[in-house]
């Protein structure tokens, strides 16, 4: 049984995927494309669309300039 890379889709044969296996990266090819793969996580590439509904909406504004504010009044403390 072949399978693909999730990243560069490179087929992948028994062989392959077997030291895939063993190097720690499986189901990737290599290391390489697993920390593409862990980039993408981390810049928010990859993301399961909600509904927001608006009362949400508002509460997660609140929440921002929450933490907006605060940020930024540290980094006043900080500076001073």
Known sequence: MKSRCPVCRKVMDEATRQSSRE????PFCSNRCRMIDLGKW???DYRI??????EEAEDIGEETAKGENAASEQDKAEND
């Open 49 to 54: 669309p909600a509904e927001v509904k608006p």
């Open 42 to 44: 981390f810049d928010g």
């Open 23 to 26: 190097g720690g990266f499986y």
